[in-house]
């Protein structure tokens, strides 16, 4: 069992950043992949990014690629994602999963995660 714990969220003017934090319980982080999925409303939950459980590879949306970096803390049981440069359709409820893996394949698919935190909001005015 990993529970999620989202953090980092805010209002913040186009151009601007943000770092999202998610805190993982349990003595297993390091076995899971980790992903950031983001939701707006009327729309339906889109892949962010995502992260190998020992940080070799990363994934990312081409919407946000170049502008947001995902990473990782093993010791510390904590996924980032460091965003750069929003815009007001980055606007969205941003939530952490995690994906029992330990090979270097990562998943863009919701399904495939095992365990969600319940989100932070990022809300970027222009």
């Known amino acids: 069992q990993v529970q999620l714990v989202e953090s980092g969220g805010g209002l913040v003017q186009a151009g601007g950043s943000l770092r999202l934090s998610c805190a993982a319980s349990?003595?297993?982080?390091?076995?899971?992949?980790m992903g950031w999925f983001r939701q707006a409303p009327g729309k339906e939950r889109e892949f962010v990014a995502a992260?190998?459980?020992?940080?070799?590879?990363?994934d990312y949306a081409d919407t946000v690629k170049g502008r947001f970096t995902i990473s990782r803390d093993n010791a510390k049981n904590t996924v980032f994602l460091r965003m750069n440069s929003l815009k007001p359709e980055d606007t969205a409820v941003y939530s952490c999963?995690?994906?029992?893996?330990?090979?270097?394949?990562?998943?863009?698919?919701?399904?495939?995660?095992?365990?969600w935190g319940q989100g932070t909001q990022v809300t970027v005015s222009s």
């Open positions: 992260i190998t459980w020992n940080s070799v590879r990363t």
């Open positions: 999963a995690a994906h029992y893996r330990q090979d270097s394949s990562l998943s863009r698919r919701p399904y495939d995660y095992n365990y």
């Open positions: 349990g003595r297993t982080f390091s076995m899971y992949a």
